[in-house]
């Protein structure tokens, strides 16, 4: 094994826990999740010779993961979980089942945005990415990203209207 290769191989060792956490925070679902990583892996040694800098190639896999969550948008969409399934009680932030069911709450929710509009939202607040470098990396402009982040958060709103009194029970 020569030395790109080994580059590549502790790229992967050490990336990939990251780069699944973040595709599956866009996907919603860890087999689609590991399918996306495992696309951005692929993309990622196909190209590896062509890197200038090996150091940039999480940046590199991140957006290959990121289009190919793209051009999944294109296909056929699942159905969306109705809302009144999602409403939940404000609950004490002591009790370990309120929280778990505060996060599986939350996750519907999540899925029941549009993969673009969840592809936003992890990459703006998950990220921390700003609207430009967001917009970039989904191929989108400024607009598009604003638009979408508005949208998901007022249907995040509209689907956990409780969500302010969780927050505000968990930070006490």
Known sequence: MDAREADYANFVRTRTHALLRAAYLLTGDQHLAEDLVQEALARTHRAWLRLERPENAEAYARKVMYHAQVSFWRRPRIAEVPAD??????AGADDPAEAAIQRLTLRRALLALSAKQRAVIVLRYFEDHTEAEAAQ?????ISTVKTQTGRALDRLRTLLPDLRVLTSDQQR
């Open 85 to 90: 399934a999602l409403t939940t009680e404000p």
């Open 137 to 141: 990396v989904l191929g989108v402009s």
